[in-house]
């Protein structure tokens, strides 16, 4: 007859040690540069898609004072044709190149092959406006509400 052994997997058991978790300490005054994001969005065709996103730290007051920029430069006013109807057309037009130059201000860097630059930023504002604004509500919500993750 044999020893008895109980089997326990690691870290499972009543013989598991208790792990202790660090916290980081909070400490003012000493903000990043940038941080990191996923942005994880649901695509046209039903799939997820996700893109990292490193994004520029603003402090809240800051955030505040370059959407004031953001808002004054914008002027998105409807276009009048020459009968007097809205031109839909520039109007989105306008609005793709206005999400495209925020984004311009508030991206340090992201995981797409394409370079990060004012025509990219303006395609993606085109193709899929629907990540260009998950971009924009992550970093709102990260410099605003201070949330982390997705």
Known sequence: MGFFTPQVAPDTGAFSPKRKSKMAKIKLGS??????????????????????????????????QFLDTVFASAGV???????????LANVMAKARDTN??????????????????????????DELPGVANAIMEQYRVAVT???LGN
């Open 31 to 64: 903000t990043p540069k940038s941080f990191k994001r996923i942005v994880t969005v649901d695509m046209l065709d039903g799939t997820k898609g996700s893109i990292e996103c490193q994004f520029k730290y603003r402090t809240r007051t800051q955030f505040g």
């Open 77 to 87: 006013k409807p276009e009048v044709g020459e009968d007097e109807k809205v031109v």
């Open 100 to 125: 495209a130059e925020y984004l311009l201000q508030v991206l340090d860097g992201w995981g797409l092959e394409e370079e990060l630059s004012r025509d990219t930023l303006q395609q993606l504002c």
């Open 145 to 147: 509400e201070g949330r």
